[in-house]
């Protein structure tokens, strides 16, 4: 089982930066591919970036140029976000796919999913 908690949520004003941090526990050395999604006031929630255990990124549209992820050997993953607009105002949630093995074998993966951090982009 893996579990992760997001953390770095505040208020902040328009052009300012903010680095969320997504902490793992339980079985991190299973995890594999990790990202973010947020989620807007009365928005659907949105993928933001994700992050292989190899370093491959990928990012949404909105956040080329402006967000950075990243995650180190702990699997500890981080989202650097500079020039925010207010419309980056979100509850920004972190997750983790994770391995299962199972004997000589594995289980299907699972994600892991934390309770979000709350970000506010005032003008």
């Known amino acids: 089982q893996v579990q992760v908690a997001e953390s770095g949520g505040g208020s902040v004003q328009t052009g300012d930066s903010l680095r969320l941090t997504c902490l793992p526990s339980g079985s991190t050395h299973n995890i594999m591919t990790m990202g973010w999604s947020r989620q807007g006031p009365g928005k659907q929630r949105e993928l933001v970036a994700t992050i292989t255990k190899t370093g491959d990124t990928n990012y949404a549209e909105f956040a080329k140029g402006r967000f950075t992820i990243s995650r180190d050997n702990t699997n500890t993953m981080f989202l650097q976000m500079t020039s925010l607009k207010p419309e980056d105002t979100a509850t920004y949630y972190c997750?983790?796919?994770?391995?299962?093995?199972?004997?000589?074998?594995?289980?299907?993966?699972?994600?892991?999913w934390g309770q979000g951090t709350l970000v506010i982009v005032s003008s």
């Open positions: 997750n983790a796919e994770y391995s299962r093995p199972y004997g000589m074998s594995y289980l299907d993966p699972r994600t892991a």
